[in-house]
């Protein structure tokens, strides 16, 4: 059973990237080389071996094991603490669901009711992933205050321009798949999909 174990400890470290495998970095600071396991992501934004990098983490143990879990950015280590926080999600396995895209993609994803999306990671059925999709679906959807995520926002202003509401626009982007990317590409997808239905 994994718990965390005062995550805040140690918010993050900086220092020289020493070592690079697909699931762990070792990161040297003041004399000690820190072992973090990290995603893909988080892989994809780590320098070259002997360059300076900062990660952001979180402490968590499993009986006698202790193990931290690195990110790129403040946004994925809260939004990992939030999955994890979620029953039957486990860290590796948040981690995982963390390492399946960039998190704007992710949320989206989720936000959209994406359940198969979240399927791809070892260890999550389709029980985990509806549990996933209806603990965060209506966070991730309006957002803070009714504010879209990342490019979406744009999606959405740009619809209400051509005289959509809010609802009507909001709707449409929650059913866009997540493989459209970009503002422009987006925007043209829910036109077309909005203009099947009148």
């Excluded at 669901?97 to 070892?122: C, E, H, M, N």
Aim: aromatic share 6%; glycine share 12%.
């Amino acid at each position: 059973m994994w718990r965390c174990y005062n995550k805040n400890m140690i918010f993050s470290i900086e220092g020289i990237l020493q070592l690079k495998t697909l699931s762990y970095v070792v990161v040297e600071a003041g004399g000690v080389g820190y072992r973090v396991r990290v995603g893909s992501e988080t892989l994809k934004h780590t320098p070259a071996l002997g360059q300076k990098t900062k990660i952001y983490t979180s402490l968590y143990q499993r009986e006698n094991d202790i193990e931290l879990y690195g990110f790129s950015t403040i946004a994925e280590m809260e939004f990992f603490e939030v999955l994890n926080s979620i029953s039957g999600i486990g860290p590796k396995s948040a981690l995982g669901i963390l390492s399946i895209a960039p998190l704007d993609t992710l949320k989206r994803a989720i936000a959209g009711g994406q359940i198969d999306y979240l399927t791809k990671v070892s260890g999550i059925g389709k029980k985990t992933a509806q549990r996933v999709v209806i603990e965060l679906r209506d966070k991730l959807g309006a957002g803070s205050g009714g504010e879209e995520l990342g490019e979406d926002e744009d999606v959405l202003h740009a619809l209400q321009a051509l005289g959509y509401s809010v609802k009507e626009a909001r709707d449409a982007i929650h059913a866009l798949p997540s493989d459209i990317q970009g503002a422009e590409g987006r925007i043209k997808e829910a036109l077309k999909r909005m203009g099947r239905k009148h």
